[in-house]
């Protein structure tokens, strides 16, 4: 298991080949967590460093993740595993390759990515995004690294989140019948490490739920998560957004926006989640 002094997003991703073609070897870090359950996010980037890495083999080093479709079969354990990758396609602009961690022989995460070269600034023809409307991140208020009355949020540890506090998810009150299922706010490591196309699969999910916002509680697990990178960030805040869609039969769809200091879009995401609320029969 990794040193938990070593918390580094580059080193909580670390994968090792094993010698065997397409296999690596990894640990599930104790600290990208939310309570005793590895982030969503985190294990997409650790999947997506893996596929990066097969991709790469030809020498297109500079090919990145650009979309990503990745299912949650079952909570890995905060331990070693393996990640097996397979090219599925290579072509002169793309490739794709699914990549699936493993314990104790069973699948326990899938993910397919698409990579191919990226822009530091996009080209945009069309753009129909919300604009982000928090204030700077100084005016913002800081998470705690833990739930209050739930569990210690390691992830919380690793980063630094900023919230507006018009979307505050946490209060004494009781959630208001007119909130609207939204945050916003502001994201960066907390060693002071800038994004990257990679750390922005985990930026896509490094926010609380949405859902917060209108009284959901405890744990909500992933089924399914879709993300997008749609240029390289510059160094800074990242401005987050998550939004919840609909909430019916003890199921969410969220989404959410990143933009980087300089304004740009630079990655989306959605996902489809499990919810409870205080009201509903456990």
Not at 33 to 39: I, L, Q, Y
Not at 94 to 113: G, H, K, Y
Request: hydrophobic residues 40%.
């Amino acid at each position: 298991m990794p040193a938990l002094e070593d918390i580094s997003f580059d080193a909580a991703t670390q994968v090792r080949a094993t010698g065997r073609p397409f296999e690596f070897e990894t640990d599930i870090h104790p600290l990208w967590t939310v309570g005793d359950k590895p982030n969503g996010g985190y294990l997409l980037a650790l999947l997506g460093r893996a596929a990066r890495t097969t991709a790469r083999e030809d020498g297109s080093r500079s090919w990145e993740v650009v979309s990503s479709a990745i299912t949650y079969l079952r909570p890995p354990e905060l331990a070693p595993a393996t990640i097996t990758t397979t090219l599925l396609r290579r072509g002169r602009s793309a490739a794709q390759v699914r990549a699936v961690l493993r314990q104790q022989d069973t699948d326990i995460v899938e993910a397919t990515s698409v990579l191919g070269d990226l822009s530091a600034q996009a080209n945009t023809r069309y753009d129909d995004t919300a604009p982000l409307t928090a204030p700077e991140p100084e005016d913002c208020v800081p998470l705690p690294p833990r739930i209050p009355g739930g569990p210690s949020v390691g992830v919380m540890q690793v980063t630094e989140l900023r919230l507006d506090p018009a979307t505050l998810p946490f209060g004494e009150s009781t959630a208001s019948s007119v909130a609207k299922a939204e945050l916003q706010g502001w994201s960066r490591f907390a060693d002071g490490r800038d994004p990257d196309p990679l750390s922005l699969l985990f930026f896509n999910d490094a926010i609380p739920p949405a859902t917060f916002r209108i009284g959901s509680t405890g744990w909500v697990p992933t089924l399914q998560m879709s993300a997008y990178v749609r240029a390289r960030p510059a160094p800074g805040w990242l401005g987050i957004r998550m939004t919840a869609n609909l909430v019916a039969d003890g199921m969410v769809d969220e989404t959410c926006v990143l933009w980087d200091s300089t304004g740009q879009v630079v990655a989306q995401a959605s996902q489809l989640a499990r919810l409870r609320f205080p009201d509903e029969a456990v």
